[in-house]
């Protein structure tokens, strides 16, 4: 059996590889994973007696499963399970028996999942915020503020 490589073909290499690890990575039913890349039985059956993907399946269980992935395959997982949510949240947000401060507080989060809102001092990218860290002997304070917006000083060398 001969799966043509063309760049638009099911059978493209990266398409290929793209199917190995999607499938690999268990996250998605595999129907779910063959419609969403268009792939009808007739051609899973001839992917499947595929040497070449039953190559690179091989290689992307190995690579998925290995013990230093380990904070990949949660970080993964983890997205996925929040993404699979949100539609539920979703839901509760127009939920009439839901209390106002439930909606409010699942709709901060989604903001916050989606990066727009307020963000805390600690959420700031680096130049955002002041750290300031004083040891005087067994003593230490450490203080985080916002960065005010820059006031330009203005002064003269007198020497």
């Known amino acids: 059996m001969d ?73 993964v997982k983890s997205l996925a399970a929040i993404e699979d949510w949100l539609s539920t949240a979703y839901g509760y947000l127009h939920e009439d028996k839901l209390a106002l401060r439930d909606k409010t507080e699942l709709a901060k989060l989604i903001s916050r999942l989606a990066g727009v809102g307020e963000r805390s001092v600690n959420e700031m990218p680096v130049g955002e915020k002041i750290s300031i860290t004083i040891n005087m002997g067994d003593q230490t304070m450490h203080v985080d503020k916002a960065a005010p917006i820059p006031k ?7 020497l």
């Open 3 to 75: 799966l043509t490589l063309t760049s638009n073909s099911v059978f493209s290499e990266d398409r290929l590889v793209f199917l190995a690890r999607e499938i690999a990575m268990d996250i998605h039913d595999l129907g779910d994973i063959l419609k969403r890349l268009n792939i009808t039985p007739t051609q899973w059956e001839d992917i499947q007696r595929s040497p070449r993907f039953q190559g690179y399946l091989n290689d992307a269980v190995v690579t998925w499963q290995s013990a230093l992935n380990g904070p990949e395959r949660i970080k």
């Open 152 to 158: 330009i000083i203005e002064h003269e060398d007198h």
